[in-house]
């Protein structure tokens, strides 16, 4: 039996908001080690659809479809093709709990996290199209490439710095492993007064580049407003800014919660807009300081949700 060691993140108010019904069926498009199918299938008599494109993903839903038989199914699939997934049925609810699992996190051959010292890989799939791996960037970008993706997806200060300094490395030696890529940014970053650890932005910005996360979310988005029933709730977690901010927009672009949205639009369109979605947190929900106590990796956590008109 596997262990189920990664925590879900606020899956009480995950749980709370979906509020699963009996003959419903429900798609946890973030499936990982499975924490939140777990949940809604004990809840209630109703069918969810686990979605991960990690295969390392499909041992825990085997575990679960043990259990749950017939009420649970898993795709191991990019969550950006929800659209075909669900193309003969509709479902009336869906979960995402994006970043990494535990079992990503903890790998010491994946190379997601700069405490193991692995080969520089980061991709979260393993399918024929995903070939680009953080070693193939970081030995074969060019600098200013490099400076674009740092500055883009990890909002990193010392972006320029740290290109450079991999540049110049990897005249001697191919960079392989993680310890290589962090001891190269931390003697660029030694400076820094901080608490995340000097490589965090760098590990984040490759990691989003290489699995193409930000357009991965928005695909998914959009989809949603395709295969869900009206009623069905919409729930995001997600863990750092660049992430929230396309929910954030997105729920609210489609609720035409910001009147100021529409100002730009002719007085006879912005009559005739029509919201798809209600929004049902105006604010992101954040996770308890007991929760954050508990399982750390829950500290940056924000939770969006909205409902489908
Ligand atoms: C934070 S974990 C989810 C953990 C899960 N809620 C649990 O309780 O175990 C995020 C998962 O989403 C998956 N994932 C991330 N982006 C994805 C995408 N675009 N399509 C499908 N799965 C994705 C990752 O492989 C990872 O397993």
Avoid at 243 to 252: G, L
Wanted: with cysteine; glycine share 4%; charged share 30%.
């Amino acid at each position: 039996m596997t262990p189920h060691d990664h925590i879900p993140v606020m899956c009480d108010e995950v749980i709370k908001l979906l509020n699963p019904q009996k003959n419903k069926t429900y798609a946890d498009a973030t499936f990982g080690q499975g924490g939140y199918s777990r949940e809604i299938l004990s809840k209630t008599n109703c069918c969810v659809v686990g979605i991960d494109r990690d295969k390392e993903a499909i041992k825990y839903a085997e575990i679960i479809k043990k259990k749950f038989k017939s009420k649970f199914f898993f795709k191991n699939e990019r969550f950006s093709n929800i659209k075909n997934i669900f193309k003969n049925n509709k479902v009336d609810g869906i979960t995402f709990d994006l970043g990494m699992s535990n079992t990503q996190l903890s790998s010491k051959t994946r190379g997601f996290s700069f405490s193991n010292n692995g080969s520089l890989d980061m991709r979260m799939g393993m399918q024929k199209d995903d070939e680009l791996t953080a070693k193939k960037i970081i030995n074969g970008y060019s600098e200013k490439q490099l400076f674009y993706i740092f500055r883009k997806y990890g909002e990193e200060r010392n972006s320029q710095k740290i290109s450079k300094a991999i540049v110049s490395a990897r005249k001697n030696k191919t960079i392989t492993s993680t310890y290589e890529l962090s001891r190269i940014i931390s003697n660029v970053n030694k400076f820094r007064n901080q608490k995340k650890n000097p490589s965090t932005k760098i590990f984040q910005a490759l990691r989003i580049f290489i699995n193409e996360e930000l357009l991965e979310l928005e695909s998914a988005l959009k989809s949603c407003l395709k295969i869900l029933n009206k009623k069905s709730k919409i729930i995001v977690v997600s863990f750092h800014s660049l992430e929230d901010r396309i929910v954030k927009n997105f729920f609210r672009e489609n609720s035409g919660y910001s009147a100021n949205n529409y100002k730009h639009l002719p007085n006879l369109e912005r009559t005739s807009f029509k919201p798809f979605l209600k929004l049902i947190t105006k604010k992101a929900i954040k996770p308890s300081i007991e929760e954050i106590r508990q399982n750390p990796r829950a500290r940056s956590a924000k939770l969006r949700a909205a409902e489908v008109l």
